[in-house]
């Protein structure tokens, strides 16, 4: 699987984890590091260097909040947002290399979702 993603995402020169997070930022701009740490189950210590990259990368900007200077709001450059354009074509790709009926694989992310949960639920 990650070979698969690999392959995709080195054309965008970005790792997995840096494009779930632009994941999360194309469908929200302007989270806080938590609420993406939330999101995505990853916490601030693996967030900070991840998204460092992406602000070299000139993805992301970083800006801490006004209210409240704890917080680190994170927002897309324009680069980050014509990214997306590029990027659209990469969960189709995926898919087609699974070659597995959409229905089955719904299951499987309602199943995989469920046993999330079911852990989280444990902690």
Not at 19 to 27: A, K, P
Not at 46 to 72: F, H, I, N, S, W
């Amino acid at each position: 699987m990650n070979k698969v993603y690999r392959r995709l995402l080195s054309k965008l020169h970005l790792t997995y984890p840096q494009y779930l997070v632009m994941l999360v930022l194309w469908e929200k701009d302007g989270v806080t590091v938590s609420e993406l740490g939330e999101r995505l189950y990853l916490d601030s210590a693996t967030l900070t260097p991840l998204l460092k990259r992406l602000q070299q990368a000139g993805l992301v900007e970083r800006y801490r909040g006004k209210k409240d200077e704890r917080q680190v709001l994170i927002y897309l450059t324009d680069s980050g947002r014509q990214l997306q354009d590029k990027a659209r074509g990469v969960p189709e790709s995926v898919f087609c290399a699974t070659q597995c009926n959409l229905d089955w694989l719904q299951g499987m992310k309602n199943e995989l979702e469920t046993l999330r949960a079911n852990l989280i639920a444990h902690l």
